[in-house]
C-alpha cells in the first residue's frame, strides 16, 4: 500500500478516507491531546505524532515515523481554517493562517509524488492571496491543479459543507497526468444521494438526556434491516468496509456482535427550550439559540467545531432533529459528517461535536484520494 503522512490529522476523517482509497496513513500529527487520542483509538497501527507542526521540519517527521523520505507517495491535511473562515473575523494576520504555509514546507522538505490540502471556501478570498502565493512558491516543482471546490452532498455524503482541495503531484513519472474533471466524475448521481432522514435511519432516535457518571458510555443499539432506503454506497461506507489495520478489533467486535454505538449522549433542554422548539418547522431556525430544525428530505448544514480552550471552549450551534425537540446527538452528526457506527466518538458532547466539526469527511476524502489512487504508478 502506497504510504501517506496525515498532517492536522484530528480524529481522522481524511485518515480514514485515505486507507479506505487504498493508502497506508503510516504517520499522523496532531497537537491537540483528545482528537489524537480519539485518533489513535481508531488507527492504532499509525505512528502518532503529538507535537506543534510549527517546531517540526520533514525529516523529523520522517524520523519519528521510521520512514525513508523516497517512500512516501502523498502527504495530505487540513491546515486549520478558523482564520479563514467566514464566520470569525477574517483577520489576514491571524497565526494560524501560516499553519497553511507551514503544510507546503513540509511537503518541500518530504517531497512526496502528491500532496492534498484541504480548507474553508474563504481561503480563496483575495485578501489571502498573498497566503497562497507564499505557500504554492515552497513547491516549484510541483504541478499544481485548479483548487476544486467540493460539496460533500454531490459525493454522496449528507450534508452541504463545502470546502476547497488543494492538489499537486512532483512532476515525475510516478503518476499519470489527472485534472480537476477527473475528481468530478466521483460525483454521485442525484437518485443516489443520502438525505438526512436516511442518514439517521436505524439508529435510535427518541433518546432523552440522562445524567452519567464519567465513566459510564451512552450507548445505544442500532437497527440494521436488509432492506434499507439509504443508497448503497453510503450504507456500506457506515456499516463495513473497515480496511485492514483500521479500528479497534475489541470495540469493532461488539459493534458487530451487538449493533451497538457509542455517541448517543442528548443535550439537556429546558421546558422552555423543547416548547420553542416544538414549534419550528423543517429549516426554521430558532431566534435565541440560533438552531435551525433539519429537513429529512434535505441535506444537513456544515457542522461546525466551536472554539477551543484558548478561546473559551463555546460550542457551536447544533441542528435541531427533524423529528424531536432536541438538537442532534454526536452519533448523529458522526452520521451526517459520513463516519461509520464502528468508529469510536469521543465520551463527551463537547469534544465528539468538536472532532466532528473540524473533520474531513471521510466520505469526501476516499472520493479524492482514490482518484489519486489510480494514478499513481508506483
Request: net charge positive; aromatic share 10%; charged share 25%.
Amino acid at each position: 500500500m502506497p504510504i501517506v503522512i496525515d498532517l492536522f490529522a484530528g480524529a481522522g476523517g481524511l485518515t480514514l478516507g485515505a486507507f479506505r482509497a487504498g493508502f497506508n496513513v503510516a504517520a499522523a500529527v496532531e497537537i491537540d491531546e483528545h482528537a489524537i487520542e480519539t485518533h489513535k483509538f481508531n488507527f492504532p497501527h499509525t505512528v502518532h505524532i503529538k507535537e506543534d507542526i510549527t517546531t517540526l521540519r520533514g525529516k523529523d517527521i520522517l524520523e519519528k515515523a521510521n520512514i525513508k523520505q523516497e517512500d512516501v507517495a502523498g502527504v495530505i491535511g487540513g491546515p486549520p481554517c478558523q482564520g479563514f473562515s467566514s464566520i470569525g473575523h477574517g483577520d489576514v494576520n491571524d497565526i494560524r493562517n501560516q499553519l497553511f504555509v507551514k503544510f507546503f514546507e513540509i511537503v518541500a522538505d518530504i517531497q512526496p509524488v502528491f500532496f492534498v490540502a484541504e480548507n474553508v471556501p474563504g481561503i480563496m478570498k483575495e485578501k489571502y492571496d498573498k497566503i497562497r502565493q507564499v505557500a504554492f512558491s515552497k513547491i516549484e516543482n510541483y504541478t499544481i491543479l485548479p483548487p476544486i471546490s467540493v460539496n460533500a452532498s454531490e459525493y454522496g455524503a449528507p450534508t452541504t459543507r463545502t470546502r476547497f482541495f488543494f492538489i499537486g503531484f512532483r512532476n515525475c513519472e510516478l503518476i499519470k497526468p489527472f485534472s480537476v474533471a477527473d475528481i468530478e466524475l466521483n460525483k454521485v448521481a442525484l437518485k443516489n444521494r443520502t438525505n438526512v432522514e436516511k442518514a439517521l435511519e436505524g439508529l435510535q432516535e427518541d433518546i432523552r438526556y440522562t445524567s452519567m457518571s464519567k465513566k459510564e458510555k451512552p450507548l445505544a443499539a442500532s437497527y440494521y434491516r436488509e432492506k434499507h432506503s439509504q443508497s448503497d454506497f453510503y450504507y456500506e461506507r457506515i456499516t463495513a468496509f473497515i480496511p485492514k489495520n483500521v479500528g479497534n478489533e475489541e470495540y469493532i467486535h461488539k459493534y458487530n456482535l451487538h449493533h451497538m454505538v457509542d455517541g448517543c449522549m442528548a443535550t439537556n433542554h429546558s421546558k422552555i427550550v423543547r416548547a420553542r422548539y416544538a414549534k419550528l418547522k423543517y429549516n426554521e431556525q430558532d431566534n435565541i439559540s440560533k438552531s435551525k430544525r433539519l429537513d429529512p428530505t434535505g441535506f444537513c448544514p456544515t457542522l461546525r467545531a466551536g472554539t477551543g480552550p484558548d478561546k473559551g471552549s463555546y460550542q457551536a450551534v447544533r441542528p435541531i432533529h427533524y423529528k424531536y425537540n432536541r438538537v442532534i446527538t454526536p452519533r448523529e452528526a458522526a452520521r451526517l459528517q459520513g463516519f461509520p457506527d464502528w468508529f469510536k466518538l469521543p465520551d463527551t458532547i463537547w469534544h465528539s461535536f468538536r472532532q466532528i466539526g473540524n473533520s474531513v469527511s471521510p466520505i469526501v476524502a476516499e472520493q479524492v484520494l482514490s482518484v489519486i489512487y489510480q494514478k499513481l504508478t508506483i
